[in-house]
């Protein structure tokens, strides 16, 4: 919760059991990469990626800002209808947020995304983070194992995850 993905190759990567709320995800290749089914995302802002997210299991997602991912909002990598109701896509023109997702109605074989009814402002994603704990590091480096798009495992070391602390009180 209340953390920033940025400039990753997946800002998450095959999650599961848990839900991500109140984070920014941005200057990623995928924000979020095949999270799994048990997973809940929202309240969070996912913009200015490559891909905003690539989904190969049916997730949880609603109530986040998802927009301007360059080559797409959602991808549906699977045969599996996906719901994507209540987020705000920067747009409230159907015709427009259609276009930033691909699915089956973009190619024979893929599932369904489902985004109507979709929200009509944006999310204020700071709220779930007002109560933050600031006890904990800024900034904590890891080692994060992750799949490339070969199956093969890779080792990615001085990775950086940032914590979004709300601003001071006046």
């Known amino acids: 919760s209340c953390s920033e993905f940025t400039d990753n190759t997946a800002g998450i990567s095959a999650a599961s059991s848990g839900s991500i709320t109140g984070s920014t995800f941005s200057g990623n290749e995928t924000a979020l990469d095949e999270p799994w089914d048990s997973l809940a995302i929202s309240a969070n802002s996912i913009l200015n990626n490559t891909i905003g997210f690539y989904l190969e299991d049916n997730v949880v997602v609603s109530n986040n800002n998802i927009y301007d991912n360059t080559a797409g909002n959602v991808v ?7 719901s994507f109701e209540h987020n705000w896509w920067n747009s409230t023109d159907a015709t ?3 276009a930033t997702v691909t699915d089956a109605y973009d190619e024979v074989g893929l599932g369904i995304i489902a985004i109507d009814p979709w929200l009509t402002d944006e999310v204020d994603t700071a709220a779930d983070c007002a109560t933050a704990d600031t006890t904990a590091p800024a900034e904590v480096t890891l080692g994060l194992v992750q799949k490339d798009p070969w199956n093969k495992t890779i080792t990615l070391k001085n990775w950086r995850w940032r914590r979004k602390f709300p601003p001071a009180p006046s």
């Open 76 to 82: 549906n990598g699977s045969s599996q209808n996906v």
């Open 96 to 98: 427009v947020i259609g």
